[in-house]
């Protein structure tokens, strides 16, 4: 059966993370995603580490050809490629796709139906439109850094490139919801997002707080922001994730600590008051904790309903027998670093199990391959080649 996306094309001109990230969600559902890279150079500033984890876990399910678009046969090889390509995915600077000759209303010229997926910084216009986009300036800009980490800490990265991947992921979605939206209109979109904006709307319910009651999130570590008693406790031998917010949840777990006197403690017998005295609570509470061990207060809670876990290095995480089930690290076999696994993608789809198709390709690998397809012929190709086109 073909995989969901089997009949989308997509020409890949993103770098770096934010647009290879948004990219890989139509690879891996199938799409044929064409990865137009520099000759020479590839991917920018990841060119160097072509086979390190990063590159390799960003850029599978793809096809690579090289093409230089400041050429003029490049650029009129990029709109060829273009009349019969269903997206175009780029993650440039707002005005890099302009000079270039290759934004929207030009490639709309061409082909009408085209979905055309731009990834910023800041946004395609505005004060900071013209900057340059990194993640870490986003989590900083886009609050994130002021609610993570210890109180009084001082800002706090996340671990991860939190408004890249997102920026990605949104940008996906609205390429995914414009095909849908194509099929009634025949009309193509132009689909933009960028770092920041996703930054802010990953706050969720953290810049709603303050949106609607006015109210400025802090950083509270590992505590849960507003569902107590909800955070990290110690163990006899380590540390669990415990989180019994909510009435129900909170009964059973007094029960399993066996102090049901909390539920009628004038100090913590509504939400509000663990609220006020959260400090005071989880005092007590790890004070219990730390008579037994993790794996015992997890069995403990886990048989009652009340949601706890091991927090794990990620060496243990793909160790533990539930993502082992889920099948989260995919194999894969690369010609150069032999068997390998990348990260599997998190979604399941009926009749359409992921799997790693092909491991990210070479440098310009396909590019005799595509242009073959597209029409030319092999002297046309080496006079491309000879131009310095591709």
Request: net charge negative; glycine share 10%; proline share 6%.
């Given at each position: 059966?073909?995989l969901?996306?089997a009949?989308i094309?997509?020409l890949d001109?993103t770098?770096v993370?934010?647009?290879?990230?948004?990219?890989r969600?139509?690879a891996?559902w199938?799409?044929?995603?064409?990865?137009?890279?520099?000759?020479?150079?590839?991917d920018?500033q990841?060119?160097?580490a072509?086979h390190?984890?990063?590159?390799?876990?960003?850029?599978r399910n793809?096809r690579?050809?090289?093409?230089?678009?400041?050429?003029?046969a490049?650029k009129?090889?990029f709109m060829?490629?273009a009349?019969s390509?269903d997206v175009v995915?780029e993650n440039y600077?707002?005005d890099?796709?302009?000079?270039?000759?290759?934004a929207?209303d030009?490639?709309?010229?061409?082909?009408p139906?085209?979905?055309?997926?731009?990834?910023?910084?800041?946004?395609?216009d505005?004060?900071?439109g013209?900057?340059?986009g990194?993640d870490q300036?986003?989590?900083g800009?886009g609050g994130?850094?002021s609610?993570?980490g210890l109180?009084?800490?001082?800002?706090?990265r996340?671990?991860?490139?939190?408004?890249?991947?997102?920026?990605?992921?949104y940008a996906?979605?609205?390429?995914?919801?414009a095909l849908?939206?194509?099929?009634e209109?025949?009309?193509g979109?132009?689909?933009?997002?960028?770092?920041?904006?996703?930054?802010?709307?990953m706050?969720?319910?953290?810049?709603?707080?303050?949106?609607?009651?006015?109210?400025?999130p802090?950083?509270?570590?590992?505590?849960?922001p507003?569902?107590?008693?909800t955070g990290?406790f110690?163990t006899?031998?380590?540390h669990?994730?415990i989180a019994?917010?909510?009435t129900a949840?909170?009964q059973r777990?007094?029960?399993?600590?066996e102090?049901e006197?909390w539920?009628s403690?004038?100090r913590?017998d509504?939400a509000?008051?663990r609220?006020?005295n959260?400090?005071?609570l989880?005092?007590e509470?790890?004070?219990?904790?730390?008579?037994?061990?993790?794996a015992e207060w997890?069995?403990?809670?886990?048989e009652?309903?009340?949601?706890?876990?091991?927090?794990?290095?990620v060496d243990?995480?793909?160790?533990d027998?539930?993502v082992?089930?889920?099948?989260?690290a995919?194999?894969?076999?690369?010609?150069?670093?032999g068997?390998?696994?990348?990260?599997a993608?998190?979604?399941?789809?009926?009749?359409?199990?992921?799997?790693v198709?092909?491991?990210?390709p070479?440098?310009?690998?396909?590019?005799?391959?595509?242009?073959a397809?597209?029409?030319?012929s092999?002297?046309?190709?080496a006079?491309?080649?000879d131009d310095?086109?591709i």
């Amino acid at each position: 059966m073909p995989l969901p996306l089997a009949h989308i094309r997509v020409l890949d001109l993103t770098r770096v993370r934010a647009g290879p990230a948004c990219v890989r969600q139509l690879a891996d559902w199938g799409a044929d995603v064409v990865k137009i890279e520099q000759p020479g150079r590839g991917d920018g500033q990841m060119g160097d580490a072509r086979h390190g984890p990063d590159f390799q876990n960003l850029h599978r399910n793809k096809r690579s050809m090289t093409l230089n678009l400041k050429r003029p046969a490049g650029k009129a090889v990029f709109m060829k490629l273009a009349k019969s390509a269903d997206v175009v995915v780029e993650n440039y600077r707002p005005d890099v796709k302009h000079r270039l000759g290759i934004a929207y209303d030009a490639v709309r010229a061409v082909n009408p139906g085209i979905v055309y997926a731009s990834i910023s910084g800041f946004g395609q216009d505005g004060p900071y439109g013209h900057l340059p986009g990194f993640d870490q300036v986003a989590q900083g800009m886009g609050g994130l850094m002021s609610i993570t980490g210890l109180p009084g800490q001082g800002p706090v990265r996340a671990g991860i490139p939190v408004a890249d991947l997102s920026a990605g992921l949104y940008a996906a979605l609205g390429i995914l919801t414009a095909l849908l939206a194509r099929v009634e209109t025949g009309e193509g979109r132009w689909v933009y997002t960028s770092l920041l904006e996703a930054q802010v709307a990953m706050l969720d319910f953290q810049a709603e707080r303050w949106l609607l009651n006015k109210e400025v999130p802090r950083q509270a570590g590992n505590d849960h922001p507003t569902g107590i008693p909800t955070g990290v406790f110690e163990t006899a031998d380590g540390h669990i994730n415990i989180a019994a917010t909510g009435t129900a949840i909170y009964q059973r777990f007094c029960q399993v600590m066996e102090r049901e006197d909390w539920l009628s403690d004038q100090r913590f017998d509504t939400a509000a008051k663990r609220s006020v005295n959260r400090a005071a609570l989880n005092a007590e509470i790890e004070g219990i904790t730390k008579t037994r061990t993790s794996a015992e207060w997890i069995a403990a809670f886990n048989e009652v309903g009340v949601p706890a876990g091991y927090i794990y290095s990620v060496d243990e995480v793909f160790n533990d027998p539930q993502v082992k089930h889920l099948g989260m690290a995919a194999p894969a076999r690369h010609e150069e670093l032999g068997d390998i696994a990348l990260v599997a993608q998190p979604l399941k789809l009926s009749g359409a199990p992921f799997e790693v198709r092909s491991a990210t390709p070479e440098l310009g690998e396909h590019t005799d391959e595509v242009l073959a397809q597209a029409g030319y012929s092999a002297s046309e190709i080496a006079d491309l080649r000879d131009d310095g086109a591709i």
